[in-house]
């Protein structure tokens, strides 16, 4: 059974950082992308920051400079830095991995931004 395990969400200051980390266990083959969406309170979930198996890496507009995401293959792990943190940010994060015939979601982690 796979299981996505996400982590590092928590309060934080404006312009503060935090760094999400998602872990996969169990087995996952031929995965293309691992990615990160986010849903604040009364908005659709959104698409915030998506890698793929080869490196490559987007971004929604609004995160562009100030968050990056990477993985590691070896670990089945995906990353979030989240730098400048403005309560706009504020939201469910959610992990998310992507291949032929399958998704996986994780459980979702409160980030909260606030003075």
């Known amino acids: 059974q796979v299981q996505l395990v996400e982590s590092g969400g928590g309060l934080v200051q404006p312009g503060g950082s935090l760094r999400l980390s998602c872990a996969a266990s169990g087995s996952i083959i031929n995965i293309h992308t691992m990615n990160w969406y986010r849903q604040a309170p009364g908005k659709q979930r959104e698409l915030v920051a998506l890698?793929?198996?080869?490196?490559?890496?987007n971004y929604k507009d609004s995160v562009k400079g100030r968050f990056t995401i990477s993985r590691d293959n070896a670990k089945n792990t995906v990353y979030l830095q989240m730098n400048s943190l403005s309560p706009e940010d504020t939201a469910v994060y959610y992990c998310?991995?992507?291949?032929?015939?399958?998704?996986?979601w994780g459980q979702g982690t409160q980030v909260t931004v606030s003075s």
């Open positions: 998310n991995v992507r291949g032929i015939g399958f998704v996986y």
């Open positions: 890698i793929t198996s080869g490196g490559s890496t």
